[in-house]
């Protein structure tokens, strides 16, 4: 029953366990993370294409992803406007000219294509292509070794994290109302408790989320939670600019786990750097719980 906790919490824990100085070092872990994360999903798009009933797996992958997105995103603007509006977040921020939010998602969107291309390879039926499965475990357990490393060694200490309480309260906002989403996601999608809770936990970190539930409940559940997190920084890098004028708290939670790292340009900008430490901290608290959770709700 826990062997899927295991294979997810060990790795994790170990590399945490590793002090690292040398950026040098760091920099090389941040770009080994890049290419595993390519690999993996790579890997999970010719598992997709193995799906017995394919067409039917597909629609599921695509009703599972879109009833999601808007029923946990509907739950998160609902619990940052009331946390807005019961502690204001003080605007003091002239907002800058943006890049272009195109090119930024069609960044992310890269991904996506990756998971594609395995897919149509995995339509080929070569016979060596059904041992994906088994070759991204063994990925998965290098990545997370890799991302404990650079949680440990990202620079965030506890009293930084404590101090700022308004990334603090974001990060349990969105946790809170994404768990609310999961449960009404059970409901509505007829999903074991478990499953929906787990989909509601990836806080927009599409690249680990997808691979993670993947190998607890297959590439059908995978898919859905990847798309689904994908397609809530898509929606935050287009939201944010107006979102920051109305709703700061909203802007940050929409972001996920994703505003320490991609969309944290974006926050700077829209937002100004009174805006940085709490996305940092924001982006922290939800990566650290992020395989923790999935890893429990997966047991």
């Known amino acids: 029953m826990f062997s ?42 010719i598992s997709l294409a193995f799906l017995d009933n394919l067409a039917a797996n597909l629609l599921s992958i695509l009703h599972y992803s879109i009833i999601t997105i808007v029923v946990i995103l509907l739950c998160n603007i609902a619990a940052l406007f009331w946390l807005e509006r019961t502690i204001p977040w003080r605007n003091y921020h002239q907002q800058e000219k943006l890049p272009s939010r195109i090119a930024m998602a069609l960044e992310s969107l890269k991904l996506c294509g990756v998971v594609v291309i395995g897919f149509l390879l995995g339509l080929s039926g070569l016979d060596f292509l059904q041992h994906a499965t088994e070759a991204s475990e063994y990925t998965l357990i290098f990545l997370l070794f890799l991302i404990g490393i650079q949680l440990r060694n990202n620079g965030m200490t506890l009293k930084q994290i404590v101090l700022n309480r308004r990334g603090m309260m974001v990060a349990v906002v969105v946790v809170g109302s994404s768990m609310v989403g999961g449960v009404i996601n059970a409901f509505i999608l007829d999903l074991p408790l478990n499953t929906a809770l787990a989909m509601a936990s990836g806080f927009g970190w599409y690249s680990l989320s997808g691979i993670l539930l993947t190998e607890s409940f297959g590439p059908v559940i995978g898919s859905a939670a990847f798309f689904n997190d994908l397609g809530r920084e898509l929606i935050a890098i287009m939201l944010i600019p107006g979102l920051v004028r109305r709703s700061r708290s909203t802007a940050l939670g929409l972001c996920g786990a994703t505003s320490m790292d991609f969309t944290l340009p974006v926050l700077q900008r829209s937002g100004g750097l009174e805006m940085v430490p709490a996305a940092i901290v924001h982006g922290f608290i939800l990566s650290l719980l992020v395989p923790v959770m999935m890893a429990f709700f997966s047991a």
Request: charged share 5%.
């Open 4 to 45: 899927g906790l295991l294979i997810i919490l060990i790795p994790l824990v170990v590399g945490y366990l590793i002090p690292l100085r040398q950026v040098s070092a760091l920099k090389l872990i941040n770009r080994f993370l890049s290419w595993i994360v390519y690999v993996i999903l790579f890997f999970m798009g």
